[in-house]
């Protein structure tokens, strides 16, 4: 069984920086997508970022187009999300997610859906 877990969440002042981590267990995820996800209170769970097995293609959610930036190290079986110029609206639960979720972002089909437990992101005014 595959295990994502993030890291890296906290509160910051809006237009700071933050760098989340989601490392995963095992190698049973090589050629799967990676991204990330995030759901505020009151809303609906939203993509965030997506990154290719090769990392040669990256996509990202309007909102946070320039500001964030993901990449993955297969090596250390762990995906990145850059976060600058952070918003109070970008404060949410962030989750990292592996395959399924991300199908039809990426245009790939992957049999698998998994999740990591979500880290918490807090920007202040």
């Known amino acids: 069984q595959v295990q994502l877990v993030e890291s890296g969440g906290g509160l910051v002042q809006a237009g700071g920086s933050l760098r989340l981590s989601c490392a995963a267990s095992?190698?049973?995820?090589?050629?799967?997508?990676m991204g990330w996800f995030r759901q505020a209170p009151g809303k609906e769970r939203e993509f965030v970022a997506a990154?290719?097995?090769?990392?040669?293609?990256?996509y990202y959610a309007d909102s946070v187009k320039g500001r964030f930036t993901i990449s993955r190290d297969n090596a250390k079986n762990t995906v990145y999300l850059q976060m600058n110029s952070l918003k109070p609206e970008d404060t949410a639960v962030y989750y990292c997610?592996?395959?399924?979720?991300?199908?039809?972002?990426?245009?790939?089909?992957?049999?698998?859906?998994?999740w990591g437990q979500g880290t918490q992101v807090t920007v202040s005014s």
């Open positions: 997610a592996a395959g399924k979720s991300l199908n039809t972002i990426v245009g790939v089909t992957t049999a698998r859906d998994y």
């Open positions: 095992g190698r049973t995820i090589n050629f799967y997508p």
């Open positions: 990154i290719t097995w090769s990392g040669s293609s990256t």
